[in-house]
DNA sequence: TTGTGGTATGTTACCTGTAACAATAATCAC
DNA sequence: GTGATTATTGTTACAGGTAACATACCACAA
């Protein structure tokens, strides 16, 4: 019943020629004679080969295949990196294997000890700590690396990303500049990432002589869980006339929890998010936002990783892309 | 410079014995003595071994892989069913290699060859209708392949998907009962699904005696195409007092632009969209939307896929998951 | 005719883990 | 002590595409 996958002896059988002819044929039809060419387009096409990489894998390990480690995949953020990143591999006759480890680092390192196991030519990540076994297999494979997400450099790999403290520092500026004064800050799921947001936030909250107040979870972020900061916000903190959230999802969940109790937007409350979502910038009233350059980073790493395989040379720094601070109209004027 | 990787001969050449032991240790301990098996796992770690799969690919075409065929990563719906997969296959031990084909069937075929290249065990597809080739292959394959999406049977293949026909027919008449009348459909990209949406459209309107007044595209759907195709509603049929988008971006892009304008949501106009992101349900009005099972198709195919794998029986008819209608805050009550 | 060059095809070996079988040593029953 | 049994390790072969090298053949120049 299982019938066992057409191999390229079979079609040289069929033909009258040695596997190798065949061979030649898939690669460079050119240097294979007239006659056989047709006959072997004959015998392909009626067996049905489909080419089969395992027997290249193996004796040469290299795979054609380049693994995206991220934390999440039902994130909107990772969605729009992957779509950076596959723009670049596809073409370049690469394919992607997706894994994510819920933000878990010994999930981290069986998910690198998955793909390297299936020889992957390259990698990219998304953190820069990792299990010290991690670190360990990622140097022993010898494959090109390449973190995103930040620009910060913890590790040495080549990193593309942003300034994630900056931004931060930025945004909150603009929302004290715009008249808010007591600015709370949501915070989720607590990564590498939003650690570095919280510092420009207090960085910039000190320096304008204010004082920081910082909601935390250990929960995914989700509209739900913006609402619920909302809430205990009043209760806690009732003269807060600003929020910045670690990301947009927090911000629409708190601006539509205001929304419902009849607080207006933006003169009773600001609110500002992170990332730059769609759905941020097509809401009414538009959410302010910092507008990551989250297809950008998918691409450029992408070409990054490429011009390592091709054994060019690679950025020694980590690149630092732009960002754009948007006040919507969630923010006063 | 490019160190070879570490093989089990490394690791048995250390030791002093044959690569077999070490396999067999690797595989089972138990069957290894104790003096080897401490000096083998010594071994393991200086060396830093990491197994490798290409040897077994080859030798038993088993690469505990799975091919993922999706349309589009960017899109939230698909997001979520890849973490329904992923919630069965990944502690089954397999591994998701993700394709996507931007809803070009000749895109597909391809992919299905670059899946099938890398030996994947089984295959997870989301379109009933295939090129001439590509079904070949599928057929060729011999590896067990699903269809998500969808549960009306087009192909003999085991499918996991909902009613979008049906679906699309009963949150028509709900829109009628609550008393919009003059009810356009806003369409973006016509794949299977949205034409089956709009024949449960059509279909309904009809048994209530109405026109149906039907907008389409050949954009991805996004907000702003929401918001464009409201525009023109209002100059080319004034008159309408509702909408159904065959997806919730549509539709929230169509809602804000109400919005925007002022028009009064639901009294002047209902909106209803397709798959109830969570955004529409945070959202105010919170939006009217076809729940859809998006998350449980993508776990009940990996079941499905996991009982075939193990030789088990599956499914011979489509299985129909439930939906749920839920008429928000923007509809009329 | 001999030699040279080029084209088309064949042969061999390789990559690495493991199934299947073989061998060896140690243990035990009688 | 002999044969049987078990536990442990070794040997061989295999999967399939291709690099590297070898061969065969023909055309043409000297």
Redesign the interface.
């Known amino acids: 019943m ?2 066992k ?2 191999t390229l002896q079979d079609i040289a059988d069929r033909v009258g020629v040695t596997k190798m002819t065949v061979s030649r044929f898939m690669r460079n039809p050119e240097q294979v004679s007239d006659t056989l060419r047709h006959q072997i387009q004959a015998a392909l096409d009626e067996l ?1 080969y ?6 290249d ?2 004796s040469k ?1 290299k ?1 054609h ?1 380049i693994g995206v480690l991220l934390p999440s ?2 994130n ?1 953020v990772f ?2 990196v ?2 950076g990143i ?1 723009s670049v591999l596809e073409p370049a006759g690469y ?6 480890y819920g933000y878990s680092k010994t999930s981290e390192e069986q998910r690198i ?7 992957v030519d390259a990698l990219i990540i998304s953190e820069s700590q990792h299990t010290e076994r991690a670190q ?2 990622l140097e ?3 494959i090109p690396v390449v973190e995103i997400m930040d620009s910060v450099a913890h590790s040495r790999l080549p990193a593309v990303g942003f300034d994630n403290r900056a931004a931060a520092f930025e945004m909150t500026q603009a929302m004290i500049a715009r008249g808010h004064q007591k600015i709370a800050y949501f915070a989720a799921r607590m990564d590498e990432r939003t650690l570095q947001r919280i510092q420009g936030y207090e960085a910039a909250m000190a320096e304008a002589g204010l004082s920081p107040y910082i909601k935390k979870s250990d929960q995914a972020s ?3 869980l913006g ?1 619920q900061f909302l809430e205990q916000l009043l209760e806690e903190f009732p003269q807060a006339d600003g929020i910045f959230c670690t990301n947009d ?1 927090l911000a ?2 708190a601006l ?1 929890a205001c ?2 109790r009849g607080i207006l937007i933006p003169e009773q409350m600001g609110i500002a998010g992170f990332h730059g979502h ?2 941020a910038r ?3 009233p538009r959410l302010a936002t910092v507008i990551t350059p989250r297809e950008d980073m998918g691409r450029i790493a992408a070409e990054q990783l490429l011009l390592a395989l091709n054994g060019e040379a690679t950025h020694t720094t980590p690149i630092a892309l732009p960002y754009q601070i948007d006040c919507g109209e969630s923010l006063r004027c």
Chains 1, 2 share one sequence.
């Open positions: 299982k019938k996958r057409t049905g489909i080419p089969n990489r395992a027997p894998i193996l390990a795979s295949a995949l039902t909107q969605a729009e992957i779509r596959e394919q992607t294997m997706l894994a994510h000890a998955t793909l390297l196991s299936y020889n360990k297999m022993n494979a010898g989700s509209f739900t609402a999802d629409i969940g539509y929304q419902k769609d759905v097509a809401m009414v």
